[in-house]
């Protein structure tokens, strides 16, 4: 079993919709972190968390650090929106930096 | 201020020849971490560095496979004798510390076809 579980492996959505992705761990982690990547380009890190919520622009990332889980939240989703998000934890006592999960592929038509 | 810049962005190697792969850690960043993704797979720790030290290289194949970070330039990958299944994208990311609260910020990878 994995060490980091995401839902859904892909996910298409109509423009306007409210998306969420979802993140579970089994290990005990100092930090979750929601990275994005587009086709071929390189990845952008969205949120570090270690607790309760942030928010930038229309995304929204929750943790719950008792339940062992995190949600990825986008408003009002746009095609620019598409791409792969990634969990990624670290986790507590490891100087190895990121654990992964598989990937959420987030496809928004217009 | 620029971000983590790795070169080259694609590098196309013959089986048997040797892949470098560059990354040049954002500035103030001393901390180093490399990943690999595989064609249709996620993306997997390789090695984390600090300036001349190799601080953990449990996801580094035991063979072929090198990296450091020397006190001036760049962290290199290094591949020698590369076989097609080394054929990944490969990204670097730099902290400015290596606590669990300190951002990451990624490079855009280097893409290695092994042919």
């Known amino acids: 079993k994995n060490e980091v579980e995401q839902s859904p492996q892909n996910l298409t959505a109509q423009e306007g919709e409210f998306i969420t992705i979802n993140c579970s761990y089994s290990?005990?982690?100092?930090?979750l972190h929601w990275l994005q990547q587009h086709p071929g380009g390189g990845i952008v890190s969205l949120f570090m968390?270690?607790?309760g919520k942030k928010k930038h622009g229309r995304l929204i990332a929750t943790i719950n650090i008792q339940e062992k889980h995190s949600s990825l939240h986008i408003t009002a989703s746009h095609p620019r929106d598409s791409a792969v998000y990634i969990c990624?934890?670290?986790?507590?006592?490891?100087?190895?930096?990121?654990?992964f999960g598989s990937g959420t592929q987030l496809t928004v038509l217009p | 201020n620029a971000g983590v810049m790795q070169n080259p962005r694609h590098l196309v190697r013959r089986r048997g020849q040797e892949a470098r792969l560059r990354c040049s850690p954002m500035?103030?960043?001393?901390?180093v971490y490399w990943y690999r993704q595989l064609p249709e797979e996620g993306l997997k720790f390789m090695v984390y560095?600090?300036?001349?030290?190799?601080?953990?290289e449990s996801g580094m194949p035991k063979e072929r496979f090198s990296a450091e970070f020397p006190k001036e330039g760049p962290s290199i990958l290094r591949i020698q004798q590369v076989v097609r299944g080394d054929s990944a994208a490969y990204f670097c990311?730099?902290?400015?510390?290596?606590?669990?609260?300190?951002?990451?910020?990624f490079g855009n990878g280097t893409r290695l076809t092994v042919t």
């Open positions: 990311a730099s902290s400015r510390s290596g606590e669990g609260e300190s951002p990451l910020h």
């Open positions: 500035k103030g960043h001393s901390h």
């Open positions: 990624a934890v670290k986790i507590t006592g490891s100087a190895r930096q990121l654990t």
């Open positions: 968390l270690s607790s």
């Open positions: 560095l600090q300036k001349e030290n190799i601080i953990d």
């Open positions: 290990v005990g982690i100092s930090a």
